[in-house]
């Protein structure tokens, strides 16, 4: 069971008993007008109490996600961004070295921990490529051109990463790319 449903109920037990000890109250107090209307305004401000303490919990708690989901965006947008102007380098180098190798290696390890799946197998494809542009070191104009195909196709899998979150929507990727 998560806090705010333990929260909830120790809330809601607390209101009852508080409810049934002041209403006893309540009762045994018939003949004294003023003692009835303190009992009313305790119970009445007990309940205010409960219902704002409860939404500031709930105002918390989604504050905290909206601060957790901000950061992984900029963690993945920034790592993202990295990446295409790490390719961005080598296209305009025309030159894949070693060190450029090592490079995408570690870029490879930062990737995997955030991005989703989708991204995952279009990224796999795309270091692919890059071996095999690197076998000669030099990149021509055509395989300049095939890196450039495969990191639309891997942008358009980071750009649904980034901004696209229902589950149930699907894109067709492979014709947005081709058109």
């Not at 965006?73 to 296209?91: A, P, Q, R």
């Not at 690197?134 to 990463?161: F, G, H, M, P």
């Amino acid at each position: 069971m998560n806090k705010s449903k333990q929260y909830l109920l120790i809330s809601l037990f607390t209101f009852i008993a508080g409810y049934l000890f002041l209403k006893s109250a309540f009762y045994s107090s018939q003949d004294n007008l003023f003692v009835n209307e303190i009992v009313l305004i305790v119970l009445g401000t007990l309940v205010t109490i409960a219902i704002t303490s409860a939404l500031l919990n709930k105002q918390s708690e989604v504050e905290l996600e909206k601060e957790q989901r901000v950061k992984i965006f900029d963690i993945k947008s920034s790592l993202y961004f990295e990446l295409i102007n790490f390719i961005e380098g080598v296209i305009l180098k025309s030159k894949i070295t070693e060190e450029d190798l090592i490079r995408l290696e570690f870029l490879t390890h930062k990737i995997s921990i955030i991005a989703n799946n989708e991204v995952l197998k279009e990224y796999a494809t795309f270091v692919k490529i890059v071996k095999k542009v690197s076998i000669d070191v030099n990149v021509t104009k055509l395989e300049s051109n095939e890196l450039s195909v495969q990191l639309n196709k891997l942008c358009a899998k980071i750009r649904y990463d980034l901004i696209i979150k229902e589950k149930d929507t699907e894109l067709d990727y492979n014709s947005l790319i081709e058109s």
